[in-house]
Nanobody, 125 residues
Framework: QVQLVESGGGLVQAGGSLRLSCAAS????????MGWFRQAPGSEREFVGA????????DYAHFVKGRFTISRDNAKNTVYLQMNSLKPEDTAVYYC??????????????????WGQGTQVTVSS
């Protein structure tokens, strides 16, 4: 079993930056594709981006390309989501997720077996 805990959310003004972290425990972190999703009130949970188990490959949703960057530190069992040039429409609860099937990219939330509890990101205009 893998446990995931996100941190780093908060309130930021439009144009600002935040870095989310997701710490994993209970599994072989370096074997998991890690994804980030977000869910705004009244909306479905949507794919933000993912990083392969080695960190060699990343994939992003079109609406965050050029603004968000995913990275990972397998020695620290942690994945990061660096968010720059934030917009009010980025306001959501952000979740990290893990997929242990070693395929990439993984964009469907149904393919992720493990989820964190989420962290709130609020971007004010």
């Amino acid at each position: 079993q893998v446990q995931l805990v996100e941190s780093g959310g908060g309130l930021v003004q439009a144009g600002g930056s935040l870095r989310l972290s997701c710490a994993a425990s209970g599994g072989t972190f370096s074997s998991y594709t890690m994804g980030w999703f977000r869910q705004a009130p009244g909306s479905e949970r949507e794919f933000v981006g993912a990083i392969s188990w080695s960190g060699a490959s990343t994939d992003y949703a079109h609406f965050v390309k050029g603004r968000f960057t995913i990275s990972r530190d397998n020695a620290k069992n942690t994945v990061y989501l660096q968010m720059n040039s934030l917009k009010p429409e980025d306001t959501a609860v952000y979740y990290c997720a893990a997929d242990g099937e070693r395929h990439f990219p993984v964009v469907l939330r149904e393919e992720y077996g493990y989820w964190g509890q989420g962290t709130q990101v609020t971007v004010s205009s």
